[in-house]
């Protein structure tokens, strides 16, 4: 039995759908069961046969964690820390999510597990936090950073580009920022990879989408093909702007490229190019 923890955001919901096309056991919840809660979580594991525990449920309001600090820390951090303890009493493994903004961004090749986090805003912090409380509870855990996130549900960069190529005709995206998009429905394949087959070989690793980019030549590759498709029927001018003609209040690393040659290696997994895989979102998004 699979608990999925936050199978309302754009992640879960994609697991959720792998689960129940797969037809395996497993049990969900989302806000209704406060992870920062050791009690509610407690509460909700009693009498239950799980096997794993699959944490998607994060605070990623990166902007607005610098002043909802409390906030962010007791979903990324406490929670994912008694989620730890929980899985350790039931004897079960946990795999969670983790982020790219533990890093501070300034190096400059791919990150790779072995590089010492130095989150520079909140969210990151809290995120990196969570990361220690999982490694101090329990052994059998898998911690998966990844990067640049979107999918179909919830509020993603290739979702508000399609909303904004619609509205105006000029959008104006950073192109100093450098990462690899990683669309859900490949995570989501890799997270319940490693649930059926990681043979206890534990640990941090990195997933994201094969090869790298900016925003802005994510925001012109997503704009070229919702144009070919249909999606966008109107010529949008999408200017490259540098990180310090768009303020935010947390600071976003320049450098979000992630290594994937750990899980590779070791799972033998194969991870699309996120060209590739943007593609067959926007197949997916025809489809439905």
Not at 50 to 56: A, D, S
Not at 207 to 217: A, L, R, V
Not at 273 to 287: A, C, V
Request: hydrophobic share 35%; charged share 25%; proline share 2%.
């Amino acid at each position: 039995m699979i608990w999925l923890v936050g199978n309302k955001g754009q992640l879960g919901k994609d697991i959720e759908r792998l689960l129940m096309e797969r037809q395996k056991p497993f049990v969900s919840s989302d806000t209704e069961v406060d992870i920062a809660d050791g009690t509610a979580v407690e509460r909700f594991c009693a009498g239950g046969e799980i096997e794993w525990i699959v944490n998607c449920a994060a605070y990623t309001a990166v902007d607005r964690a610098e002043t909802e600090q409390d906030k962010a820390f007791s979903i990324n951090a406490l929670g994912a820390g008694n989620l730890a303890e929980a899985a350790k009493k039931l004897g079960a493994g946990l795999v969670h999510i983790s982020t790219d903004y533990v890093f501070d961004g300034t190096k400059g090749g791919a990150y790779t597990e072995e590089d010492s986090p130095c989150p520079v805003g909140v969210y990151g912090k809290s995120k990196l936090e969570g990361e220690t409380l999982i490694r101090e509870r329990i052994d059998a855990h898998y911690i998966i950073r990844t990067s640049w996130l979107y999918g179909q549900n919830g509020k993603n960069f290739v979702l508000t580009m399609l909303r904004l190529f619609n509205e105006r005709d000029e959008v104006d995206v950073v192109v100093d920022q450098y990462g690899s998009p990683t669309w859900t429905v490949d995570l989501a394949g890799a997270i319940l990879y490693l649930v059926d087959h990681g043979r206890g070989k534990y640990g941090t690793y990195h997933y994201s989408g094969e090869g790298k980019t900016t925003w802005h030549g994510f925001a012109k590759r997503i704009y070229a093909r919702a144009r070919e498709l249909g999606v966008i029927r109107k010529d949008v001018v999408i200017n490259p702007i540098k990180t310090s003609q768009y303020r935010t209040d947390a600071k976003r690393p320049e450098n979000s490229y992630l290594s994937k040659q750990k899980i590779m290696k070791t799972f033998s997994i194969e991870i699309p190019n996120w060209g590739d895989s943007l593609d067959k979102f926007f197949r997916e998004m025809i489809d439905r």
